[in-house]
C-alpha cells in the first residue's frame, strides 16, 4: 500500500530546532513532488515549503524564509527547522504530488492546491513552548 509516513516531531524551546523526515512507502518520490504543510486548530491547512524531487528545485513560504530547509536523499524529504518560535506550533504534514500536474515548486505551494496532492502523511506534531 503506497503511503507516506512523517515524523521527527516534538515539544522544543523557542529557539530551538526539529527535523522533520517523511518517507515514501509503495512508491518511489523520484516521480513526485514534496511539500510540507502546517495545520493550527482553526485554521486551513498551509504549506510551509515544497521541492521538486527531479531538480531540487525549492520554494519557501514568507512563515519559513531563512529559518527552514526542505531537502532530501534518497529515501526521504526533510525540513529542517531552526530559530523555531511559538507559532510555528502545529501538526506537519508531508504530502507528494505527481510530477506532471506541477507547473513551478512555487505553484504547489500556494493556497487552494490542497486537493491535487496524492497522498499524505499522518502528520506530525510540533510545539514550541518554555
Known amino acids: 500500500q503506497a503511503q507516506l509516513v512523517d515524523s521527527g516531531g516534538g515539544l522544543v524551546k523557542p529557539g530551538g530546532s526539529l527535523k522533520l523526515s517523511c518517507e515514501a512507502s509503495?512508491?518511489?518520490?523520484?516521480?513526485?513532488?514534496i511539500g510540507w504543510f502546517r495545520q493550527v486548530p482553526g485554521k486551513e491547512r498551509e504549506a510551509v515549503s515544497c521541492?521538486?524531487?527531479?531538480?531540487?528545485s525549492t520554494y519557501y513560504r514568507e512563515v519559513a524564509k531563512g529559518r527552514f530547509i526542505i531537502s532530501r536523499d534518497d529515501t526521504a524529504v526533510y525540513l529542517q527547522m531552526n530559530s523555531l518560535k511559538p507559532e510555528d506550533s502545529g501538526i506537519y504534514y508531508c504530502?507528494?504530488?505527481?510530477?506532471?500536474?506541477?507547473?513551478?515548486?512555487?505553484?504547489?505551494?500556494?493556497?487552494?492546491?490542497?486537493?491535487?496532492?496524492?497522498?499524505w502523511g499522518q502528520g506530525t506534531q510540533v510545539t514550541v513552548s518554555s
Open positions: 504530502a507528494a504530488i505527481t510530477l506532471r500536474k506541477v507547473t513551478t515548486v512555487q505553484a504547489m505551494c500556494l493556497p487552494g492546491v490542497l486537493d491535487m496532492y496524492d497522498y
Open positions: 509503495g512508491f518511489s518520490l523520484d516521480y513526485y513532488a
Open positions: 521541492i521538486t524531487v527531479s531538480d531540487d
